[in-house]
């Protein structure tokens, strides 16, 4: 089952249990609640979350703080 699967049931009015679907109604927030789960939708909700957590790092980390014992400095790798 894919999300295209659900799109069909949802465009055709019947859901799969013969219920009719009617916008607004909870067999119809239900089948699109599912459809979040599926492919190709799961990829942009995994993608939305590692955005997310990109954006917490970015604020949790301190910039002014930042120190690279072993990393040599700017000026001293242009010395040479
Ligand atoms: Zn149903």
Redesign the pocket.
């Known amino acids: 089952m894919n999300a295209a699967a659900i799109d069909y049931i949802i465009s055709r009015g019947v859901?799969?249990?013969g219920?009719e679907i009617r916008e607004g109604s909870s067999?119809h927030a239900h089948l699109i609640r599912e459809r979040d789960f599926l492919p190709p939708q799961s990829i942009g909700a995994m993608l939305r979350t590692f955005q997310d957590q990109i954006k917490l790092y970015e604020t949790l980390w301190d910039y002014d703080n930042l120190n690279y014992p072993n990393y040599p400095s700017k000026s001293r790798a242009v010395k040479t």
């Open positions: 859901c799969i249990c219920e067999h």
